[in-house]
């Protein structure tokens, strides 16, 4: 299968790139799934600037750039799907996480969503973001320390486990599909309960 891997999503030349790619490959697309992100993790006394301009450039202006470069395209569909990833914390910042630049970064990511969900609306172009608990994965497995798993599962309503990839996609699946044809400008908690207490 032809792929750009690796593309680097922070430079909107890629982003661009991708668009491009992906119209050439498959004639036209409906669903901007913006998953990608990398965020840099310290408390508010030692986080570095630099730390917060990349977790800003990796978890917030990457979905800009992706939603700029396919803006024109969704628009012309009629009846295309944005979904962006931001967090639970950009609801509520966790105790045990260091956070300051995530919460940040994913905040701006549920607000762009809204505005991308009003502007897109005269073209039937929805807008919708999802704001995961704490999903296993590759880069996640290195926080969960015993005191992390500790503190999280206190906020858990669903504490026998935490979230999987499969949990978020298959929201994502739904915001993709005509089932979800008059749901924009909505953000879906697929957290196991953590901020509804």
């Not at 978890?59 to 990833?85: D, G």
């Not at 105790?95 to 969900?117: E, F, N, Y």
């Not at 919708?128 to 005191?147: A, C, M, R």
Request: hydrophobic share 45%; with cysteine; aromatic share 10%.
């Amino acid at each position: 299968m032809e792929s750009l891997h690796p593309l680097d999503l922070t430079s909107e030349a890629a982003c661009q790139e991708l668009i491009a790619f992906a119209l050439q490959k498959y004639g036209k697309f409906d669903v901007l799934y913006n998953c990608g992100a990398m965020a840099y993790f310290d408390w508010m006394p030692s986080i570095t600037a630099d730390k917060w301009n990349k977790t800003i450039n990796e978890e917030l202006n990457i979905v800009f750039l992706l939603c700029h470069a396919a803006w024109k395209h969704l628009v012309s569909r009629n009846n295309a799907s944005i979904i962006n990833i931001a967090s639970v914390e950009a609801h509520i910042p966790l105790s045990i996480l260091p956070g300051i630049a995530h919460c940040a970064a994913k905040g701006g990511v549920l607000s762009m969503t809204r505005q991308l969900a009003m502007e897109g609306g005269k073209f039937r172009l929805r807008a919708n973001s999802i704001s995961p608990g704490i999903v296993v994965t590759e880069h996640t497995k290195q926080f969960l320390t015993e005191e992390f798993q500790a503190a999280i599962k206190q906020k858990l309503m669903l504490s026998h486990r935490y979230g999987t990839p499969e949990d978020v996609a298959a929201c994502a699946v739904f915001l993709a599909s005509d089932e979800s044809g008059w749901v924009t400008g909505a953000d879906f908690a697929v957290d196991g309960g953590t901020r509804a207490w």
